[in-house]
């Protein structure tokens, strides 16, 4: 049984920064690719970033690109998101995604695990 689990959301002002953590169990996390995806309120659930299984290889969407960075802790079998200059069009859920499979991905169906998400709130 895997098991993801996001922390670190909360409320922050605009250009500010938050952390993301996701910690995995249950498998061998060194496998998965993982990604990131967030959902605003009112919108479809979109891809923000994902990282290979070796962390070798990461990519993002435009909109956070140079102001987010996805790393992976194999030790910890953790997966980070890194917030910077965050923006009020960053608020939402975010959620974390593990692939057993293959190379991180842009499409929600290629993952295999989800966690519960975890609020991020950017005021202005």
């Known amino acids: 049984q895997v098991q993801v689990v996001e922390s670190g959301g909360g409320l922050v002002q605009a250009g500010g920064s938050l952390r993301l953590s996701c910690a995995i169990s249950?498998?061998?996390?060194?496998?998965?690719?993982m990604g990131w995806f967030r959902q605003a309120p009112g919108k479809e659930r979109e891809w923000v970033a994902a990282?290979?299984?070796?962390?070798?290889?990461?990519s993002y969407t435009d909109s956070v690109k140079g102001r987010f960075t996805i790393s992976r802790d194999s030790a910890e079998n953790t997966v980070i998101l890194q917030m910077n200059s965050l923006k009020t069009e960053d608020t939402a859920v975010y959620y974390c995604?593990?692939?057993?499979?293959?190379?991180?991905?842009?499409?929600?169906?290629?993952?295999?695990?989800w966690g519960q998400g975890t609020q991020v709130t950017v005021s202005s």
């Open positions: 249950g498998r061998t996390f060194s496998t998965f690719a």
């Open positions: 995604a593990g692939k057993k499979y293959g190379r991180g991905s842009i499409y929600e169906s290629e993952y295999d695990y």
């Open positions: 990282i290979n299984w070796s962390g070798s290889s990461t």
